[in-house]
């Protein structure tokens, strides 16, 4: 039987007047299903090594802290038990929902690393554990605030301490989480956008440069400069992602997805992606086949 301490307590958030959902937990296991939502997520788990965490086409086991941060509608996320033996496990999600427009609260310049932090976070984004442990003492006492104003100011300061903290990493691909591209550079922009658009095909290293207006050798530098892979790298894993989610919205037959989605062959396909999953297509897609739940 879980322990559950609550604060303000609207479901779906979006539809009453107030700013958060806050859930402070104790427990033994994890029995919740797969499931997206509307609102963001903050969620903060102690104490659950063992623990298999998916968000999107991302699977990962998590060790004694993790800390996750999701805001599109659309990207899965699951904790799931898988080998964890705790019985201490303590789980703190924070439900949230702000305007990231341009226009929006948060693109006035007090807010710029926040907002940069929160459309990363549309593929799910993973907090180091020197970052968790920044941000620990505002997390654990969240849920005890009951003036609603300085609940909220607290959990702004948490969401700007992470946004300045170093580390963070996306776990969804941009291309299973349907986020555009973006780049700091024309030229990057560019050569992602020609890539989104004809992944199933052939892509050369030299068509790319020419786009690009550089050398291959120069384009090859620059490219991983700005991305931190090289072409062949980002090409694959935005193949996985479209495939991934092939996998998890259509009935296509793994063979059919695997050449839609630019692979030549189906061995190749399956062998690349259960080097970068960890799993076969065939267990991604049962695992995705769990009830999945919008809420």
Known sequence: MEESRVIREITPLMMGKDSLYIADRRKKEFTYPIHNHEVFELNFVEHAPGVRRIVGDSNEVIGEYDMVLITSPDLEHVWEQNTCTSDNIREVTVQFYFDLS???????????????????????????????????????????????????????????????????????????????????????????????????????????????????????????????????????????????????????????????????NLSNFNRIFKKKKNCSPSEFRENYHKTRIIV
């Open 102 to 264: 341009e226009d929006g609260f948060l693109s006035h310049n007090p807010f710029v690393s926040m907002r940069k932090m929160m459309m990363e976070a549309r593929k799910g984004l993973s907090f180091p554990l020197d970052a968790i442990m920044h941000v620990y003492h505002l997390v654990d006492t969240l849920s005890t605030i009951k003036d609603g104003f300085y609940a909220v100011t607290q959990f702004m300061t948490i969401l700007y301490e992470l946004s300045k903290c170093d580390g963070s990493r996306a776990l969804a691909t941009s291309s299973y989480a349907k986020v555009e591209a973006e780049s700091d550079s024309r030229r990057i922009l560019k050569v992602k956008n020609y890539i989104s658009k004809n992944y199933m095909d052939e892509i050369r290293l030299a068509t790319m440069a020419d786009i690009a207006g550089m050398s291959p050798s120069a384009f090859s530098r620059f490219f991983k400069l700005h991305t931190g892979r090289n072409l062949s790298e980002y090409i694959i894993d935005l193949r996985l992602g479209y495939a991934s989610r092939m996998l998890v919205d259509t009935t296509k037959s793994i063979a059919e997805i695997s050449f839609s989605c630019g692979f030549n």
